[in-house]
């Protein structure tokens, strides 16, 4: 009788150590130090198949204890799939509650303001991160998937970084952009200046991208959008050499030689009044801000003075002098 009973208290113990080593395990770091370590749970992976596909990718964890651990806290069939990172300090039962909650591993991807929409789509098709399921899709194809009013992508997409998890499709990049710019130009044109000469938000859209191409000076961006506005408004061609340069496209060597300007294209500015049928890059918050609250002013014209910003003039006297001041001397 003591032999049994004596056997009784070793095993009630052991049980209570190995329980309190289980415990202890449950909130130690399974790595206190180096790099994150990526990893990916496949789809319908129960917490069995979970632990060995994290161990596999070298995670320094018993894929049994991982499997007890989420079964002892309920949580074995709710473990999400995806790509993940385990982070140094990370413990195993945090570990449970990230896959519980699909905190992901994020990737990041920066649209530039300024860029074509050419150059957004070689951008999102070089990115490691993202699965690339519309390298095949026409421009025109890629809008219809997006169910987008306009054909013609440009300026339909806003600049900004837009995280996403790792494998996410690149239609969710494009559909951020897209909705984000939408709720931009909204926004912008219900807030508008009276008088605009614009008569739709997508011309808006349009100037808003040419004051993006025209100036890097954010402080000068209202100003310039004046000058155009008032061409405009009086009828004036807008003369301005990103149009012609987006209408040259591929054969634009970095030179704007007498020529271009001389040539008939949708987008020369220099031989056609009004807008050009379309946005020519992708504007971000200010220059979409200042096509829709220009400055007031009576400027008509603008020249460069060499250290990044520009002179206006309300008469072509005054800009002429300009244009020997500032640039005939350099």
């Known amino acids: 009788m003591a032999l049994i009973t004596r056997t009784i208290a070793l095993a009630v113990l052991a049980a209570g150590a190995a329980g309190a080593g289980f415990a202890w395990w449950a909130q130690a770091p399974i790595t206190a130090e180096g790099d ?7 789809k319908g992976s129960g917490a069995h198949a979970a632990g060995q596909q994290i ?51 994020q990737e990041s991807l920066t649209i530039i303001e300024g860029w074509t929409f050419r150059q957004m789509r070689q951008a999102i098709a070089a990115h490691r991160g993202l699965k690339h399921d519309t390298v095949g899709l026409s421009d025109t194809e890629l809008m219809k998937k997006l169910g987008a009013a306009y054909p013609h992508p440009e300026g339909l997409f806003f600049p900004d970084t837009y995280l996403f ?35 739709t938000p997508y011309e808006a859209l349009t100037m808003a991208s040419i004051v993006e191409k025209e100036t890097g000076q954010k402080a000068e961006r209202a100003m310039i959008a004046s000058v155009f506005v008032n061409r405009l408004k009086l009828g004036m061609m807008l003369q301005t050499d990103p149009t012609v340069i987006y209408g040259i496209g591929d054969k634009f060597d970095g030179n704007i030689r007498k020529k271009d300007l001389e040539t008939d294209t949708p987008y020369n500015t220099y031989v056609r009044t009004g807008l050009p049928p379309t946005p020519i890059a992708l504007p971000g918050q200010q220059s979409l801000a200042a096509a829709l609250a220009p400055a007031q002013s009576n400027a ?22 300009a244009v020997n001041q500032y640039q005939r001397q350099q």
């Not at 994150?36 to 496949?42: K, V, Y």
């Not at 790792?166 to 931009?184: C, F, P, R």
């Open 36 to 42: 994150a370590i990526p990893f990916t749970i496949s």
């Open 55 to 105: 161990a596999g990718a070298g995670v320094p964890m018993q894929p049994l204890l991982f499997n007890l651990l989420a079964r002892a806290t309920g949580k074995s069939a709710r473990l999400k799939a995806g790509s993940y990172e385990l982070k140094p300090g990370t413990t195993p039962l945090r570990l449970i509650h990230q896959l519980v909650r699909g905190e992901y591993a």
């Open 165 to 199: 998890a790792k494998g996410s499709s690149e239609l969710q990049i494009y559909k951020q952009a897209h909705t984000a710019m939408m709720q931009h130009l909204t926004a912008a044109w219900d807030k508008r200046a009276p008088n605009l000469p614009y008569t």
């Open 300 to 321: 008509l014209y603008f020249v460069a003075r060499g250290n990044g910003t520009s002179q206006f003039s309300d008469n072509l006297v005054d800009h002429n002098k």
